[in-house]
T-cell receptor
Framework: ETGVTQSPTHLIKTRGQQVTLRCSSQ?????VSWYQQALGQGPQFIFQ???????GRGNFPPRFSGLQFPNYSSELNVNALELDDSALYLC??????????????FGPGTRLTVL | DAKTTQPPSMDCAEGRAANLPCNHS???????VYWYRQIHSQGPQYIIH???NNETNEMASLIITEDRKSSTLILPHATLRDTAVYYC????????????FGKGTKLTVNP
């Protein structure tokens, strides 16, 4: 059973640019969630995708968008980067379902620095 | 906002039990208590969860008070590798529920 992987590991961008982060879910998982973690803070929920549809969103502006693909891999896109977008971006995969006992498994994260 | 309150930091001697407290006085009847931890520069790792009964797995034990307003995560024999930030989270069971993290407790295990 492979774990959750993310790419790239580190990324440096300048203000106003756009960025795409990638996540490969754990085998058998159909749900992916994205979190933003600023330095010294706990992760904050951005949004979740289930079967390629957005299934819940946190308090983040529309310039944060995502995609989930049929193979359950996922992308997080951020447009018009701001300095405050500098953070560790985490994806977590899981299996949705009312009787699901499968909890969220996190990847190692992508460290984004905006200059 | 997080529905839990945890001390910002704790220390523990290697080989001793680490007891991490968490207050969740507004927990709802269908909400479980979850614990995750995050070792420096890694993604959070699921540890354990429970509803009202005490739970134990290969990593830790979870003790939930009878009124469910607080809980304690116990690492029975802490090692240096247990140094991490520990997050207590309350949420409904299932993989589709978002996790609401607070700032957690930074546990430092000392040699």
């Amino acid at each position: 059973e492979t774990g959750v992987t993310q790419s790239p590991t580190h990324l440096i961008k300048t203000r106003g640019q756009q960025v795409t982060l990638r996540c490969s879910s754990q085998s058998g998982h159909n749900t992916v969630s994205w979190y933003q973690q600023a330095l010294g803070q706990g992760p904050q929920f951005i949004f979740q995708y289930y079967r390629e549809e957005e299934n819940g969103r946190g308090n983040f502006p529309p310039r944060f968008s995502g995609l989930q693909f049929p193979n359950y891999s996922s992308e997080l896109n951020v447009n018009a980067l701001e300095l405050d977008d500098s953070a560790l971006y985490l994806c977590a995969s899981s299996t949705a379902g009312w009787f699901s006992y499968n909890e969220q498994f996190f990847g190692p994260g992508t460290r984004l620095t905006v200059l | 906002d997080a529905k839990t309150t945890q001390p910002p930091s704790m220390d523990c001697a290697e080989g001793r039990a680490a007891n991490l407290p968490c207050n969740h006085s507004t927990i709802s009847g269908n909400e479980y208590v979850y614990w995750y931890r995050q070792i420096h520069s890694q993604g959070p790792q699921y540890i354990i969860h429970g509803l009202k009964n005490n739970e134990t797995n290969e990593m830790a034990s979870l003790i939930i008070t009878e009124d469910r307003k607080s809980s304690t995560l116990i690492l029975p024999h802490a090692t240096l590798r247990d140094t991490a930030v520990y997050y207590c989270i309350v949420k409904a069971q299932g993989g589709s529920e978002k996790l609401v993290f607070g700032k957690g407790t930074k546990l430092t295990v000392n040699p």
